[in-house]
């Protein structure tokens, strides 16, 4: 027998807890009936964070991650809606109206109801950099940002790098070093790369510095040492 863990973050009673179950049961025929420990009545009574161990049956090895997957569904189908707010967003210079749930991070508002979709949506959890914008010049994760929490500042993303059509010369570099493969990660590389830069204020960054500071943006093609002669070649330029 193996066990997956899931943890619930918002009060659930017994009776709210029957339709997620039964989500997830619907998903995974062949799963156990769920067995909690011996510490649930005291979880229940106080409401907060829930351990649910579902055991599996071993000839149905489904993944931990597409039982969440499942159950977060769950939760959402069953979820309170929220209102609609009135987001007014400063974008790469231009002001935006967009009546958004006040829960959209800055990632979600900018690629689906803006169609900036250079701005990427990696991990989704701030560990990969792909989805870095710069909020008043200071490189941001839009992925762990409230689109609500920035109507008062200067967004900028990839796509308002450019000027009147030619491309900022982080762009040119990334190009002419081959600072990029596959392309996924580069927006947020080259917004980094930016950002750094501006953080130095003027000071001459060695590549060991460059790539410290260039840490939190992940290139799983391996494209890094090109990246650091592209962010070096910049510096001198500058």
Request: one cysteine or more; proline letters at 6%.
């Amino acid at each position: 027998m193996s066990s997956v863990n899931f943890a619930l973050t918002r009060p659930l009673s017994a009776g709210r807890l029957r339709p997620y179950l039964r989500a997830v049961k619907t998903r995974f025929p062949r799963l156990e009936k769920p067995a909690f420990g011996p510490s649930k009545s005291l979880l229940l009574m106080a409401g907060h964070m829930l351990p649910l161990s579902a055991r599996l049956n071993p000839s149905h090895r489904a993944s931990s991650s597409s039982i969440a997957v499942a159950y977060t569904s769950a939760m959402a189908e069953h979820a309170t809606p929220v209102a609609a707010a009135l987001l007014k967003l400063r974008v790469n210079g231009n002001q935006h109206s967009l009546p958004l749930d006040p829960r959209t991070t800055l990632l979600d508002a900018l690629r689906e109801h803006l169609g900036l979709y250079g701005t990427k949506k990696g991990c989704d959890q701030g560990q990969c950099g792909a989805c870095t914008v710069h909020v008043n010049g200071r490189r941001t994760l839009a992925c762990l940002s409230l689109a609500i929490a920035h109507q008062q500042d200067e967004i900028t993303t990839i796509e308002g790098l450019s000027h009147n059509g030619a491309l900022h010369p982080m762009q040119e570099a990334f190009l002419q070093f081959d600072g990029f493969q596959c392309g996924y990660c580069t927006p947020g590389q080259i917004m980094s790369a930016v950002a750094l830069l501006t953080e130095a204020a003027g000071k001459p960054l060695s590549p060991a510095e460059i790539r410290e500071r260039m840490s939190g943006n992940i290139c799983r093609c391996g494209a890094y040492p090109n990246i650091v002669e592209a962010i070096q070649h910049v510096q001198e330029g500058s």
